[in-house]
């Protein structure tokens, strides 16, 4: 197991909605990505923190908003939430920022449901 | 443009005998090259990186993965499969000049038969 924890487990919201998911970076990681893996695909990136700055974004709207913190957790919001938005939402940390091939370290996920 | 491919959706292997999960990249500079696994209702687990040098990379749980730069390829190996290998494996690259976030492919679902 990482030290990478995401809250919540499991989510249920109405679409329309708007979401807040948590995570908790590995000790001595400066950098949070989020990723979405929607049903049977591949999680895709959806931006990355580094030093609470926002350090590079996948293609998602601005819908998709994020934040980190000084100790270096993160918040992934989602604003008017679609049906197309349920999936698992992963987030991973690592110790690089924009250089650095360090491996990412992923959190359990958090499996948000729209209806 | 990065991208992975995993030409398989599924690979069935008998226990015991060797295993290959097969990754082709593209990328414009050079690679650094991931493979992760994950079990049901669990996020990803790391098992090994390319980023330079021999081409043959030895990561967790006995796996290993060889890079071959002229068949953009990143094939992820195991001599002797377990029962317990039975999960779903994703390749994934970043560019060398590239921002740390990852391109993952579209996953190969290992089932390992007794």
């Known amino acids: 197991e990482t030290g990478v924890t995401q809250s919540p487990t499991h989510l249920i919201k109405t679409r329309g909605q708007q979401v807040t998911l948590r995570c908790s970076s590995q000790s001595g990681h400066n950098t949070v990505s989020w990723y979405q893996q929607a049903l049977g695909q591949g999680p895709q990136f959806i931006f990355q923190?580094?030093?609470?700055?926002?350090?590079g974004r996948g293609n998602f709207p601005p819908r998709f908003s994020g934040l980190q913190f000084p100790n270096y957790s993160s918040e992934l919001n989602v604003n008017a939430l679609e049906l197309d938005d349920s999936a698992l939402y992963l987030c991973?940390?690592?110790?690089?920022?924009?250089?650095?091939?360090?491996?990412?370290?992923f959190g359990p996920g958090t499996r948000l449901t729209v209806t | 443009a990065q991208s992975v491919a995993q030409p398989e959706d599924q690979v069935n292997v008998a226990e015991g005998n060797p295993l290959t999960v097969k990754c082709t990249y593209s990328?414009?500079?050079?690679?650094?090259l991931f493979w992760y696994v994950q079990y049901p209702n669990r996020g990803l687990q790391f098992l090994l990186k390319y980023i330079t040098g021999d081409n043959l990379v030895k990561g967790s749980y006995g796996f290993e993965a060889e890079f071959n730069k002229s068949q953009t390829s990143f094939h992820l190996k195991k001599p002797s499969a377990l029962v317990s290998d039975s999960a779903l494996y994703f390749c994934a690259v970043r560019d060398e000049g590239g921002a740390n976030n990852l391109f993952f492919g579209t996953g190969t679902r290992l089932t390992v038969i007794p």
């Open positions: 991973a940390s690592s110790r690089g920022g924009i250089l650095g091939p360090d491996e990412q370290y």
């Open positions: 990328v414009s500079g050079n690679p650094y």
């Open positions: 923190y580094y030093r609470e700055e926002e350090n």
